[in-house]
């Protein structure tokens, strides 16, 4: 049999699937790894945990599924946008990564907007605000705080290219994952020369540009040795993970809307032309599709659920087997089914890594309002998963706004496998939410879909979907909630205007 390996970096895990050709999961696995914060609105994990994680994906898919590293076709990527490496000149890396929830560049971004606009900036890239996870930002912190890194640094990527420079010798990146380092012009889909003078660095230390999915060359002999791999296996550059997803469930035409709830809740609607939000909320993206874009958020999500589990994991593993679950996840989703709607009183704001669009604030913290005695874990749980919910809604407002109507969501990632949250959503945005089979690995599916196509496997990316995304579960708003929902967003809504202020004027502190 022949395969294609694909693997999906995220925040917290990486996610590996051997597919086969005809989409076929041989084996899967999936390792978790925990990034460090050294201080408030910081994120940074060594570049080696993400090397030394792949290598370990590789080695137990391949004794998992008794294949051997030469019947593996290509190999594709879904990885998270915005985690930045800086390289010397023989391509190590000078410090740890910069996380894509870092938030540390938030005086940064917004002395970018405000030398260039915020309207220059919108037309240009597509983002709006000042996002302190822009790699531009986190570019210029690092020129202002570590200019001996800075003065070092010859070249700069992202985690797509840090693999595509390990497997292939090649640094090369894609329109997706490039599209919010505020140094990409997404009209042009080339990099932003004025950008790049005033951030100090040259086009010469960027990735070369490819078209998402598209083959960024071969395994080398170095790398096969490395990481178990045959030489001269196809390397696709895949895209950024949550557009990957979008593919993996079949979001690849205008008028689709997803949402990915994995450690981040990220949101994709597509759109076959760039459109920029007159209100100034709602950021513009290359897709993963050749030539499609998307209106695109992101918040936190799962990753709210994570530090619950990782603060009361003694709690949760002494009950959980008692209740017949089989780990903390599942428990708590007991849990949160035993508390009835609205938590009893319980709202939480559930920003641990700060707020995204429409209401970008990298500062936001966290919050539970109205928590009392009577309150406990199951109330906690749930209001979690609601508060997350009430982001998808004020987003799924803001993008209809532009005039992209969204008539049911298809859920993916992690938050897909919960069918309390996956109701939870449908109750509070009034809409039908959709999961697919295997949609926690969509990323990896995606990926798989995007480097079949450009290696070959399958003659366009609409007949892959066609062939191997099949809906599973449907989802129906419970018109018995709507009252209860309603009062909670107005109060959620009335909440964010009153924090985000409060949280701004403290910063990162």
């Known amino acids: 049999m022949k395969f294609i390996l694909a693997a999906d970096i995220g925040t917290t895990a990486l996610k590996a699937v051997l597919y086969s050709r005809e989409g076929t999961a041989a084996a899967c696995c999936t390792r978790e790894y925990s990034f460090d914060t050294p201080l408030p609105g910081r994120a940074e994990l060594s570049a080696r945990v993400y090397t030394e994680t792949f290598a370990e994906a590789v080695r137990q898919l391949l004794d998992d599924s008794g294949a051997d590293a030469r019947d593996i076709e290509v190999i594709g990527f879904s990885t998270q946008g915005e985690t930045m490496l800086l390289l010397d000149e023989n391509d190590r890396p000078l410090r740890r990564a910069i996380l894509w929830c870092d938030t540390r560049a938030s005086e940064e971004a917004a002395e970018i907007v405000g030398s260039f606009g915020p309207k220059v900036i919108q037309e240009r890239t597509g983002q709006v605000g000042a996002d302190a996870i822009w790699p531009g930002a986190k570019l210029l912190w690092v020129r202002k705080n570590e200019p001996e890194i800075f003065e070092k640094t010859a070249r700069i990527v992202q985690l797509e290219g840090w693999f595509s420079l390990l497997l292939t010798g090649r640094a090369a990146g894609e329109d997706s994952i490039l599209g919010s380092s505020v140094y990409f012009d997404i009209q042009k889909r080339t990099y932003w020369k004025e950008m790049l003078e005033y951030l100090g660095i040259t086009e010469q230390q960027l990735p070369d540009i490819l078209l998402p999915g598209a083959i960024a060359g071969k395994v080398t002999q170095e790398a096969a040795a490395r990481f178990g791999l045959a030489p001269g296996t196809a390397v696709s550059i895949g895209g950024i993970d949550l557009a990957c997803g979008a593919v993996g469930v079949g979001n690849i035409r205008p008028g689709s809307f997803s949402d990915v709830t994995g450690s981040a809740l990220c949101t994709m609607a597509m759109t076959d032309k760039v459109i920029l939000d007159p209100a100034g909320e709602m950021p513009c993206y290359c897709s993963a599709v050749p030539g499609l874009y998307m209106i695109h958020a992101y918040a936190s999500g799962g990753i709210c659920l994570r530090w619950f589990r990782d603060v009361f994991r003694d709690a949760l593993s002494s009950r959980m087997s008692e ?187």
Request: hydrophobic residues 40%.
């Open 323 to 509: 209740n017949g679950a089989d780990n903390e996840y599942d428990y708590m989703d007991l849990l949160a089914q035993e508390c009835p709607p609205g938590a009893e009183g319980l709202l939480a704001l559930p920003h641990l890594t700060g707020s995204g669009p429409p209401d970008l604030c990298p500062e936001m913290k966290g919050s539970l309002i109205g928590i009392t005695t009577a309150h406990g874990q199951k109330h906690i749980i749930r209001a979690l998963m609601e508060g997350v919910a009430m982001i998808l809604c004020r987003i799924l407002e803001a993008t209809e706004g532009l005039g992209l109507r969204a008539d049911r969501i298809v859920c993916l990632g992690g938050g897909a496998k919960s069918p309390v949250w996956c109701q939870i959503k449908a109750d509070v945005t009034g809409r039908e939410v959709v999961t697919t089979k295997d949609s926690e690995n969509a990323g990896c599916l995606g990926a798989a879909m995007l480097a079949g196509t450009a290696a070959g496997i399958f003659p366009c990316l609409e007949e892959a979907v066609e062939m191997l995304v099949r809906e599973e579960n449907h989802y129906l708003p419970d018109p018995a909630c709507g009252d209860v929902y309603r009062k909670m967003k107005s109060s959620y809504y009335e909440l964010m205007k009153c924090l985000m202020p409060v949280f701004r004027n403290r910063g990162n502190s």
